[in-house]
């Protein structure tokens, strides 16, 4: 669990980039999970908070200028509660006939 203050990895030796670079990974690698944003949020990441506890944790995206919550997740029970989800099915969508060419359609 990481997160990072930027992204940007400036020109240094072996040794301090090396450590610079693992952090950078390390933060892609856990979507910059976190007690609250990283200061190094640009527009289309995807962070997560984890001040709610394991049962609790937000999942986000930034758009430029603010977080989106897109959902909870918890981790407990392994659910995911999408935020302001719908479903919208065509009134003569049928799951056993599939091969209508009738499309299932699932708005966010």
């Known amino acids: 669990m990481s997160q990072v203050s930027d992204v940007s990895i400036a020109n240094q030796g072996f ?12 933060a892609l690698n856990t979507t910059s999970i976190g007690a609250s944003a990283p200061a190094s949020l640009a527009a289309g ?14 999942l ?19 659910t995911v509660d999408w935020t302001d989800s719908s479903v919208t099915v065509a009134a003569d969508w049928i799951p056993a006939t ?11």
């Open 45 to 58: 990441s995807l962070w997560v908070d984890t001040s709610g506890g394991v049962t609790a944790y937000k």
């Open 15 to 26: 040794s301090a980039f090396r450590t610079e670079l693992n952090n950078i990974l390390g």
């Open 60 to 78: 986000y995206f930034y758009d430029g200028s603010d977080s989106i919550e897109m959902g909870t997740i918890n981790t407990t029970a392994n």
């Open 98 to 108: 599939c091969g209508t060419g009738k499309a299932m359609v699932m708005g966010f």
